[in-house]
């Protein structure tokens, strides 16, 4: 069975750090594209980053650039998302997902987990 796992969020204050992680069971993580998402109450799920499968490829909604950072450890099957600087509008439930198809930011991907709290508040 595929499952992806999300795992590290929690409460931050503002300005703090958090690193997210995404792994993955019952398949091979190296063959996916992955891409990270948030969903906030009352809110469409949005994406916030993703990278390719090789790796050679990434990209990040505007509102995280320069702040998260995704990268990939292909021989720990783990996707994961550094986020610093965290602001209070990045509270959500943050979600990976996964496809063989390069997908961008797009919600399109096949698998997904069931996501991860992240509160940023003082």
């Known amino acids: 069975q595929l499952q992806l796992v999300e795992s590290g969020g929690g409460l931050v204050q ?33 994406g916030v980053s993703c990278v390719s499968s090789s790796g050679g490829r990434t990209n990040y909604a505007d509102s995280v650039k320069g702040r998260f950072t995704i990268s990939r450890d292909n021989a720990k099957n783990t996707v994961y998302l550094q986020m610093n600087s965290l602001k209070p509008e990045d509270t959500a439930v943050y979600y990976c997902a996964a496809d063989y ?14 996501g991860t709290q992240v509160t940023v508040s003082s």
């Open 14 to 46: 503002p300005g703090g750090s958090l690193r997210l992680s995404c792994a993955a069971s019952g398949f091979t993580l190296r063959y996916y594209a992955i891409g990270w998402f948030r969903q906030a109450p009352g809110k469409e799920r949005e």
């Open 101 to 114: 198809r390069y997908l961008e930011l797009s919600t399109g991907y096949n698998y997904w987990g069931q």
